[in-house]
């Protein structure tokens, strides 16, 4: 009785493993759901809108400016974040506020990205901590699931005109 126990407990224990393992390599790896919060990327991307999160872009270098990125903070590396990428390593980019008339610009470092939001108004960016090391990036926002009547692909930034000018 107890050896029949034991071999069912340690059965399902083995296939827990094995699902635990297949799922945490398939979210580091593949791609994820993500719920997004803050009005910083409004309104290419609502308060609690949920996407699609693929990440094999990050593991093969195919991180392009314009993309929607979810990145870890840098200043709380616990927290997640939703950005666009304004300017890849070498590029040229606005370091100053919206408001500010005397523009400021610098280069990205190597190994690094410029991310900002799409509501530069409300929005805390590389603005504020500098550039984002490129590790930091957990993958590329495919398209949104919820809310259903705006299913599909995400539309441009509003600051279109940003993103050619660097």
């Known amino acids: 009785m107890f050896r029949r126990v034991a071999g069912k407990t340690l059965g399902f224990l083995g296939y827990a493993i094995q699902y635990g393992c297949i799922a945490h390599c398939t979210f580091e790896y593949v791609g994820e759901i993500v719920i997004c919060s803050g009005p910083s990327m409004e309104p290419t991307i609502k308060n609690y809108d949920v996407l699609v999160c693929e990440n094999l872009s990050r593991h ?29 390593e070498g590029d040229k980019v606005c370091i100053s506020a919206p408001s500010n008339l005397a523009k400021r610009h610098a280069y990205v470092p190597k190994g690094h990205v410029w991310l900002e939001g799409d ?22 926002v495919s398209f949104r699931i919820w809310p259903l009547n705006s299913f599909g692909a995400l539309q441009d930034s509003p600051n279109k005109r940003v993103l050619q000018d660097n």
Do not use: E, M
């Open 60 to 88: 093969l270098y195919s991180i392009h400016k314009g993309d929607v990125i979810i990145a870890k903070s840098p200043n709380k590396p616990n927290v997640n974040i939703c950005k666009r990428v304004i300017g890849l």
């Open 119 to 140: 509501n530069l108004k409300n929005s805390t960016d590389s603005r504020n901590y500098g550039p984002v090391p490129y590790a930091l990036i957990r993958g590329r």
